[in-house]
């Protein structure tokens, strides 16, 4: 799936899983064309809410295949788990 983080530029700048895409969950609705993908959408963010905010932009606009990271960029880094662009 498309992979979005939907944290800020900057949390993004700090570390992010591989692949990834930037998009701010309050960008989410007005850039839906980027969302665009065979695969559906994966997001996150730091913990879950702003991920959760993403994903009801999307569903309300019709995508249907939307997965959300359960724990979000927390969990992935406590499984220890890859991540890119960490300073």
């Not at 809410?49 to 009801?56: C, I, T």
């Not at 295949?65 to 960029?73: D, P, Q």
């Amino acid at each position: 799936p498309l992979i979005v983080d939907v944290r800020s530029p900057e949390e993004f700048a700090s570390g992010h899983i591989p692949g990834a895409v930037n998009i701010p969950y309050d960008q989410v609705a007005q850039r839906m064309s980027e969302f665009q993908s065979p695969h559906g959408v994966a997001l996150y963010c730091a913990v879950g809410p702003r991920a959760r905010k993403g994903e009801s932009a999307l569903l309300a606009a019709g995508q249907t295949e939307v997965l959300h990271l359960e724990g979000g960029l927390t969990a992935w880094q406590q499984a220890g788990l890859p991540m890119e662009g960490q300073r």
